[in-house]
């Protein structure tokens, strides 16, 4: 059973001051790659593949806030160690699934007041180069995580490959500050956001990118599945009647369900981002 993580009191008394989305928010923003770079992303990861390692991310945070107060996004330092131990919790398998043998650390906290960075960071390719080249710390293993409004997502990431390219400064994961764990984002708020979007870091694509084709998600012990699933549905299975039989994977960090349905990786998500770290950022 999934580990229930505390809700913060001082988040409980925002829940209705702060802004939801008026519709179901889009979970990922991630692009999906082109045949082209999944292919050479491919390559990479299966150069990097070695035995099981065992490492200590360092994490960067960096706050991005329109001004002082938590509805401004400024979120107190108890709601970032708390997403560092859903990391933990996450990754180490204590909520179930698979030990990826990494684990997460909280090296430091910037905190920066910008209106503009703060809400276009989705909308403006340009600001979010802007800001992260500013405030960007370390090097390929060094996960820096930037919490902003990230409507309409909940948060995006991208692929270690990017790392090869002249757009390297974007490297990391950016999350809506709301969902945190504790903030007001309901179903989605207990941290899994980042937790998803650290899978892309680290090379995992969604288990439905795929669909019910033969490669599905690069990853063998993962069910294949036509399209995302939302909230928590038991016992679906969208390919049905293919050469991939199996239920959905709703369960599965890198699917879109609520973050109390989601609560494991598995041990072929742990071999390919163990792979991944190899080749891109060890």
């Known amino acids: 059973m999934k580990v229930k993580h505390t809700v913060a009191l001082l988040v409980v008394l925002f829940l209705f001051s702060v802004p939801l989305f008026a519709q179901q928010p889009q979970r990922c923003g991630t692009r999906q790659l082109s045949d082209a770079e999944i292919a050479q992303l491919e390559r990479s990861v299966n150069r990097g593949k070695k035995g099981k390692t065992t490492d200590v991310i360092q994490v960067w945070v960096h706050v991005i806030n329109r001004g002082a107060g938590f509805e401004n996004g400024d979120v107190p330092e108890t709601m970032i160690r708390s997403q560092i131990r859903v990391l933990n919790e996450s990754f180490n398998g204590r909520t179930g699934g698979a030990n990826t043998g990494f684990g ?43 919490l902003v409004d990230a409507s309409p997502w909940l948060g995006w990431a991208y692929f270690p490959s990017i790392l090869n390219t002249a757009s390297a400064n974007l490297d ?111």
């Open 104 to 146: 997460f650390a909280l090296a430091g906290i910037t905190r920066t007041t910008n209106a503009d960075w703060f809400t276009r960071f989705a909308a403006d390719g340009d600001v979010e180069l802007a800001a992260k080249s500013a405030l960007r710390v370390g090097g390929p293993g060094t996960l820096n995580f930037y």
């Open 172 to 282: 990391g994961v950016v999350v809506d500050w709301r969902s945190l764990p504790g903030g007001p984002f309901a179903i989605y708020s207990e941290g899994d956001t980042g937790t998803h979007e650290v899978g892309h870091w680290l090379a995992l694509y969604h288990t439905f990118d795929g669909h019910c084709g033969k490669n599905g998600d690069y990853v063998a012990d993962t069910a294949a599945e036509q399209s995302p699933a939302f909230n928590c549905p038991i016992g679906r299975d969208t390919c049905l009647g293919t050469s991939h039989p199996g239920l959905d994977p709703i369960t599965n960090f890198m699917d879109y369900t609520q973050d109390s349905c989601m609560y494991e990786f598995t041990a072929g998500q742990a071999e390919r981002m163990q792979a991944a770290w190899a080749a891109f950022r060890d």
